[in-house]
């Protein structure tokens, strides 16, 4: 992969995780309400945004690793 396509698969996964707060906060407010299976959806919704969350530290860590990898190949990696 490449440091490029890792960048688009992080910002993809940020917004993935936007979406998936967006429905846990739906679902509380459905939960608050009182609305009939509302607490199974926000459960449902909470599990989806840890996976989604989980999804985002994998694509970040293989956008440092590919950046990583490329710096080091130029000559351009730095310790600081």
Same mark, same amino acid.
């Given at each position: @992969?490449? $440091? ?5 698969? %992080? #910002? &993809?996964?940020? =917004? ?5 707060? @967006?429905? $846990? ?5 459905? %939960? #608050? &309400?009182?609305? =009939? ?44």
């Amino acid at each position: @992969a490449t $440091v490029r396509g890792n960048r688009l698969a %992080v #910002a &993809a996964k940020a =917004a993935e995780v936007r979406n998936h707060e @967006a429905r $846990v906060a739906e679902a509380e407010k459905r %939960v #608050a &309400a009182g609305v =009939a299976g509302a607490q199974a959806e926000l459960t449902v919704a909470r599990l989806d945004l840890f996976k989604a969350r989980g999804d985002l530290l994998q694509a970040v860590t293989d956008y440092l690793t590919s950046d990583a990898k490329l710096r080091q190949a130029t000559g351009t990696l730095v310790r600081e």
